[in-house]
């Protein structure tokens, strides 16, 4: 409820009142429009907003509030594009003074113009959050992901950081997932929304606030201040939750002793899909303890109204078939400038829910997209660069699961830039060698135009051929035996393994594997491993692409909270020439929270084989 003076609930309590409304329409050129009572058309001004739907309690919701009016006013509608409406209620107290009720501030839509009317609808500023949401990478606790939407939106939070952290789930570090289905920052508030167990609204100073259910009363409402009314025979009130493990494609379910409740099915949320079982246990055991407090009687009433009640306002009537030792909260209200003020609170009754089984309770948090035939599709592109050689290197890994048992099928395209090793070559050149003949006169002169003393004839002193072979050595490009290795959860696939010889350049494969009787609802990994002997490979960043589809899969498996970390040694020589292949060491570790680790081993002096020749060897790693 909005803060006002005790004089104030008296007097709006009271069998007859006197009151009046005013407002104030801003364009976007800072020109201001007041108006007064005698320029609101009678019956047609209203306010109408909701924290729910039409049948149930939700949590996370955002609902925007809608305003209207119709003024007796010259005002050019073309100059109220995106202006502000305010509107404010006043009541006369028993001292005969004033007391001023904000009624909250509007962006106006429609401006529709009659012969003497101004006819305007305007909604708060919910609506500024309808705006394309790519922060897909962002980590923050609850308040860090209400401060970014607000930035992004032009829209001023109601509560500091402090408040907001010191709610259940509001220090801890969340994260979105890249595959979700957010597309507005509007949807990031709801999912925000539902981890702070409560809902956003914009309050009357246009602020974005989050409201959560209570059970203390604000007001009683008697039979006096009624029109009609109507109240349900059951009280709704929820005592478990179920929220959807994207890693496991399964609806993890959480319940407070006795479960004899509604359960509330919080669908597929992105920011609960991180860390350890233990995080997301915490975090939806906090969200139920939230929930818990719903204890409602559904109702439906006119009454004769107090502006200052807000949604989510607990009430309690009594007289007529009301029941004075029960509460209702309020879902949805439509306030009439100068009428009856409608007031709405939904729920769902408890003994409709104690017809299901617990395994559809455990079940009913299934993803909406795992379907009976269904295509699914995982992929997967390299962010970094690998570089191959004789020891088997992981060049694609995918997470899956599906909800059945089933097949799947794996496709890959690898682009590799191939060093082949120099290879030195050796044959024997093969030819003749022509021999002139040689002419020599009896005087001692050659037949050319040198004199040369004491000729002697050698050979024959016609033309001959002789044959002549010679070893001829040289250097060339060698080839390069590719292999590739398939990994499925664990085990090693034997009757495919791929292979390729390349000389060096550029070469592109396509791998492909059928992947038979798929375990469901379990976390399955497919690895593609690739080793090269002959030479050495590369593959750059995004030239590696694979995927995984199949029937009754979902959305790509979240991070757990695991870290993986591989060191590898490359080949060095012991001693007098010892030589050892390169070798892989592998650090395994669990975290909750996003932090920077580092890490250090040291091997100390050892004695290898016959020679006990001291080695001391040391790495380190972060």
Not at 323 to 335: E, F, L
Not at 581 to 606: C, H, P, Q
Request: glycine share 10%; aromatic share 10%; with cysteine.
């Amino acid at each position: 409820m909005y803060p006002v003076s005790e004089v104030f609930l008296q007097a709006v309590q009271e069998n007859t009142r006197r009151y009046y409304w005013t407002g104030k329409i801003t364009t976007t050129k800072g020109v201001i429009y007041e108006f007064g009572p005698k320029d609101i058309v009678k019956g047609s001004g209203y306010i109408s907003s909701q924290c729910c739907g039409s049948t149930e309690i939700e949590l996370g919701t955002v609902y925007s509030a809608e305003m209207g009016v119709t003024l007796l006013t010259d005002i050019d509608r073309y100059t109220l594009e995106d202006a502000l409406v305010e509107l404010f209620y006043h009541l006369r107290l028993a001292d005969g003074s004033y007391e001023e009720v904000p009624m909250g501030i509007f962006e106006v839509s429609e401006a529709n113009r009659t012969i003497k009317c101004l006819e305007l609808k305007a909604y708060d500023f919910m609506l500024r959050f309808e705006k394309s949401f790519n922060g897909f990478e962002t980590v923050g606790n609850a308040y860090d992901f209400m401060e970014l939407c607000c930035k992004a939106c032009k829209v001023e939070p109601a509560q500091s950081r402090e408040v907001i952290e010191a709610m259940p789930n509001g220090a801890e570090v969340l994260s979105i997932y890249t595959d979700n289905d957010i597309e507005t920052y509007r949807d990031v508030l709801f999912y925000v929304g539902q981890v702070l167990g409560g809902f956003f609204c914009i309050n009357r100073s246009g602020k974005l606030e989050l409201r959560k259910y209570g059970n203390s009363p604000v007001m009683t409402v008697q039979s006096k201040h009624r029109f009609t009314s109507s109240f349900s025979d059951f009280i709704t009130r929820y005592t478990a939750v179920s929220s959807t493990n994207m890693k496991t494609q399964t609806a993890e379910y959480y319940a407070l002793d006795p479960d004899d409740g509604l359960t509330m099915n919080l669908g597929v949320n992105p920011l609960l899909q991180f860390g350890v079982k233990e995080t997301r246990e915490q975090l939806c055991t906090n969200i139920l303890h939230d929930l818990a407090v719903v204890d409602y009687v559904p109702f439906d009433s006119d009454t004769i109204g107090n502006p200052a009640l807000d949604l989510g306002d607990v009430l309690q009537f009594t007289g007529g078939q009301a029941d004075a030792d029960q509460i209702s909260a309020i879902t949805s209200m439509t306030c009439k400038i100068g009428g009856r003020h409608s007031l709405k609170g939904v729920g769902k009754n408890p003994r409709l829910a104690q017809a299901k089984s617990k395994n559809d309770k455990n079940i009913s948090g299934l993803l909406n997209q795992i379907e009976a035939g269904k295509i699914g599709i995982h992929t997967f592109t390299n962010a970094s660069a690998y570089t191959v050689a004789e020891t088997d290197v992981k060049i694609i890994s995918i997470e899956f699961a599906t909800s059945e048992e089933n097949h799947a099928q794996f496709f890959g395209q690898v682009i590799v830039d191939v060093k082949a090793d120099a290879v030195e070559k050796m044959a024997s050149a093969k030819g003749e060698v022509l021999i002139p003949a040689v002419a020599v006169n009896g005087q001692g002169e050659s037949s050319g135009s040198e004199n040369l003393e004491n000729v002697t004839q050698i050979g024959n002193t016609v033309e001959q051929t002789l044959s002549v072979e010679l070893p001829v050595v040289w250097s060339e490009d060698g080839l390069a035996l590719v292999h590739f290795t398939f990994e499925m959860n664990d085990d090693v696939i034997l009757i495919h393994q791929p292979e390729e010889t390349w000389y060096s350049g550029k070469h592109t494969i396509l791998l492909y594997y059928p992947i038979e009787n798929v375990v469901p609802n379990i976390t399955n990994t497919f690895n593609v491993y690739m080793r090269a002997s002959g030479g050495t490979c590369s593959v750059d960043t995004g030239n590696c692409i694979a995927s995984i589809s199949g029937q009754s899969m979902g959305a790509a498996a979240a991070w757990d909270g695991k870290i993986e970390a591989e060191e590898t040694v490359g080949r060095f020589a012991l001693g007098g020439g010892l030589a050892v292949r390169a070798f892989a060491g592998e650090m395994k570790m669990e975290t909750m929270e996003l932090v920077i680790r580092s890490y250090s081993d040291t091997v100390g002096r050892n004695g290898i084989g016959a020679f006990c020749r001291p080695v001391e060897m040391e790495g380190n790693g972060s």
